[in-house]
Nanobody
Framework: QVQLVESGGGLVQAGGSLRLSCAASGRTFSSHAMGWFRQAPGKEREFVAAITWSGSSTHYVDSVKGRFTISRDNAKNTVYLQMNSLRPEDTAVYYC????????????????????WGQGTQVTVSS
């Protein structure tokens, strides 16, 4: 059974940092793009960051550029999201997802490019 399990969420003050992890089990995603998405209360789920299978290319939504960093460790089948300078508007449930295509050199930002999803981890940023 394929599982993506996020961890590392929590409550943090504005300006603080958190590091999210997403561990995959059941199969390896080392040849697939990985992405992070988030959903705030009352809003639709939105793209946050993505990384190609090799880690050579990344893509971010404008609102997190310069503050968030996506990375991966294929040996551990894990993807990370380092979040710095957090803002109250970053409050959301964060989801990781595994892409449907293998060995693509694109860091996809649309949800239909992702086939497996985790259950999410809550990130709350207080002002």
């Amino acid at each position: 059974q394929v599982q993506l399990v996020e961890s590392g969420g929590g409550l943090v003050q504005a300006g603080g940092s958190l590091r999210l992890s997403c561990a995959a089990s059941g199969r390896t995603f080392s040849s697939h793009a990985m992405g992070w998405f988030r959903q705030a209360p009352g809003k639709e789920r939105e793209f946050v960051a993505a990384i190609t299978w090799s880690g050579s290319s990344t893509h971010y939504v404008d609102s997190v550029k310069g503050r968030f960093t996506i990375s991966r460790d294929n040996a551990k089948n894990t993807v990370y999201l380092q979040m710095n300078s957090l803002r109250p508007e970053d409050t959301a449930v964060y989801y990781c997802a595994a892409g449907r295509r293998s060995y693509s050199n694109r860091a996809y930002y649309t949800q239909d490019e992702y086939v497996y999803w985790g259950q999410g981890t809550q990130v709350t940023v207080s002002s």
